[in-house]
């Protein structure tokens, strides 16, 4: 029986080439305030070296297994787009690097908060929340997709467009974004993120990013269970109940593996949350 599904959500995110000059476009998005005292985006910095999408080059591929049940601990590398978003410098959600300019994340984790661009952070650049090395980026505006429905959470799909660009390295590398229109059934990929390992131990919250492994479950048996599922979503879960990603996870995400290829997508351009 599975333990949780994961409902994946159409993103209206179709290139990876944004940018604090590139329109937004005039449907499909509610843009949440010009935030009061925010920094203004900046030209983009000079051509530096070239960092492609899904690139893990540091990554050494050797998974570590954690002490605590239900996940294990992700490598250095290994996931160099996943952020963590902060508000008022208190983890509450996460997402991934689409460019130097924009950060995707959930439009579930910003829909119900009273939060101002002001308010928020993204943190880059490393896999442990307490590492004095950590990047820090402000964020200049939120953007939800407009007809995001928090009763099933169709369309669960935001933008944030940072105050100053990330200057991309091994550690902060954007993901891609599919060049097909969804997974295969089946398909192994992973969820990682931050946040309690136990749901009903407030003490189990971990500082380091930690992963489980899943699969891309059929749609038509997924909306048999749930039946709030649309055809703009994808489930994905696991069998296994040595892993539990609850609602206490900072939004981790999926991520898929191509096959003898070291770079990672999101399948379909999808965000998503976890219902147990």
Known sequence: MLLFSVLLLLSLVTGTQLGPRTPLPEAGVAILGGAKGAHRPQPPHPPGPVIECGDRSIFEGRTRYSRITGGMEVEVGEFPWQVSIQARSEPFCGGSILNKWWILTAAHCLYSEELFPEELSVVLATNDLTSPSMEIKEVASIIL??????ANMDN?????????????????????????PGPATWHECWVAGWGQTNAADKNSVKTDLMKAPMVIMDWEECSKMFPKLTKNMLCAGYKNESYDACQQS?????????????????PGSHTFHLQN
């Open 156 to 180: 669960d799909i935001a933008l944030l467009l940072l105050a100053s660009p990330v200057k991309l390295d091994d550690l902060k590398v954007p993901i891609c974004l599919p060049t097909q």
């Open 250 to 266: 900072y939004f981790p995400t999926l991520q898929r593996m191509n096959t003898g290829s070291s770079q990672t997508k999101p």
């Open 145 to 150: 997709h407009k007809d995001f429905k928090r």
